[in-house]
């Protein structure tokens, strides 16, 4: 047996050692002879090398003397002496003997009793023993019949492993072999595919890329669409109940439109221009991706302005408590339809309303840029006092340094108040208290917005050259800088 450890190959062959040798000994000797025997030989120590014979001499000694009897007296002197023991017998009889032998008969019943209580457990020791050898040949007897067995399985395991091991060593071989051809044959194979169909291929993944962009593109649209469906639909609702409540003749001086008209018309107009020149959803969302990291481990997170929920899905998804508000009634029930907790509340009124020290994170998304001018200082202030210590503001908003932002996308939302200077909000949000104001530039203008540097070759003028390439630098930098930035403020 492979396994085996050389304690247990000792142990076996010692125990076969020991059954055999005990048959040996026993065979055709009876029980009194064989245990003779074996006090002989199975001695554990110097203690039981002592003790058993003499055990077996002191058992002689008892059964040879526990029969007590009268010795007759006897005298040495000549001629007198057989008259002095007769004298001194009658003596006896008449003074001692009347008493003496009715203990001398006590005694001879008592060392009867205790010899033959000795020869009884002397033979009952025997027989015990000798069950405990019989019983212990037959376990040595079982227990080798067992590891017999045990070593053939597992030596029949062993084969039948064997050769299964092999089979499938050289099923594996053949396979692997089949494999290499086949890997060969379709190597051969796509390299003359590429070889011929190499320009067929780079159109298809070109028209396949196309394909994907346009499928995202109209997916996105068709989202737009439908949200925007839903968004008329409730609009349409609620418009219809308010004219329902509304007295059923005008007055006479002629129709005048309601102010509940204009007002949802408004919520309705801005939600098309969001949805028309924002961007689509994903595209916000990845820009603002950079801003999560921020508020983790801050709740709850309060985003100012929350518009689609951009923000606060990307939130959501990371695990942070965060809830919005939102002064446009359309957008609110975007959000809502998204399952985002979104409030149609004023931004100033809400954080009023809040206890000091109960946010955990302020976000404020193109928001700062629709607020009066003369309401920023309050703004911050508020900020301040409603954020946890500890707590981060960010306030993202278009860069007045970037020129293409201003006339791309500042100017065309009408309710822009005016742009602001990074340098004059970062200094409004440490007038209010805030200890840490960090001023981000955020969206480079795309490269192919930008104006494109030359090259020169030539020798000559290339001092000049090198001072138009620096002028064209700082050129970009003002008209196609980073199009927002964003205050970062911690308290």
């Avoid at 028209?207 to 995202?216: F, G, M, P, Q, S």
């Avoid at 939302?413 to 409004?428: G, N």
Wanted: negative net charge.
């Amino acid at each position: 047996m492979d396994n085996q450890t050389p304690h247990d190959t000792e142990l076996a062959a010692t125990l076969r050692q020991v059954r055999e040798e005990a048959r040996e000994r026993v065979g055709g000797q009876s029980d009194a002879e064989r245990l003779e025997r074996l006090e002989k030989d199975l001695l554990y120590g110097d203690r039981d090398a002592a003790m058993l014979p003499e055990l077996r001499a002191n058992l002689e000694e008892v059964n040879h003397l526990w029969a007590v009897q009268e010795q007759p007296f006897a005298s040495g002197i000549p001629l007198l002496g057989r008259l002095i023991a007769f004298f001194r017998e009658m003596w006896n009889r008449i003074s001692t003997k009347w008493y003496v032998q009715a203990l001398l008969r006590q005694q001879v019943g008592y060392n009867a009793a205790a010899t033959r209580t000795l020869n009884n457990l002397h033979k009952y020791l025997t027989a015990s023993t000798m069950d405990l050898v019989r019983r212990m040949d037959a376990l040595v007897q079982l227990h080798e019949d067992r590891r017999a067995a045990m070593e053939r399985r597992w030596d029949d395991g062993q084969a039948r492993l064997a050769q299964e091991w092999q089979g499938a060593h050289e099923h594996h071989a053949r396979l692997l072999e089949q494999a290499a051809a086949d890997r060969e044959r379709l190597a051969e194979q796509l390299r003359r595919v590429e070889q011929g169909q190499a320009p067929l291929a780079h159109d298809l993944k070109t028209e396949v890329a196309r394909l994907e962009k346009a499928i995202a593109a109209v997916q996105a649209r068709e989202e737009e669409s439908r949200r925007g469906f839903a968004m008329q639909r409730l609009w349409l609702e609620r418009l219809m109940l308010r004219l329902s409540a509304r007295p059923a003749e005008l007055p006479p001086q002629g129709p005048v439109a309601p102010l509940e008209l204009v007002e949802a018309l408004s919520d309705h107009d801005y939600f098309a221009f969001e949805n028309a020149f924002r961007g689509p959803e994903g595209e916000i969302r990845e820009r603002q991706e950079v801003y999560r990291e921020l508020f983790r481990g801050r709740a709850p997170v309060l985003d100012i302005g929350c518009g689609r929920g951009e923000f606060l899905e990307l939130l959501k998804a990371a695990g942070v408590e965060a809830y919005g508000i939102e002064i446009n009634e359309q957008m609110m029930l975007v959000c809502r339809e998204k399952g985002l907790d979104v409030r149609h509340e004023d931004a100033y009124a809400h954080l009023e309303g809040l206890p000091n020290g109960s946010l955990g994170g302020i976000f404020a998304g193109q928001v700062v840029e629709h607020l009066p001018t003369n309401r920023l200082s309050d703004f911050a202030r508020l900020a301040m006092q409603k954020l946890q210590p500890g707590g981060c503001l960010v306030a993202e908003t278009p860069n007045p340094l970037c020129v293409w932002a201003m006339t791309q996308h500042f100017y065309m939302d009408l309710s822009h108040t005016r742009p602001l200077h990074p340098r004059a909000v970062a200094f409004l949000f440490e007038m209010a208290g805030f200890e840490h104001v960090e001023i981000r530039f955020m969206n480079l203008t795309p490269e192919a917005e930008r104006l494109r540097l030359p090259e020169w070759a030539g020798a000559e003028g290339q001092e000049a050259f090198q001072v138009l390439r620096e002028d064209l630098e700082r050129l970009n930098r003002l008209l196609y800088g980073y199009q927002d930035y964003a205050i970062v403020a911690r308290k």
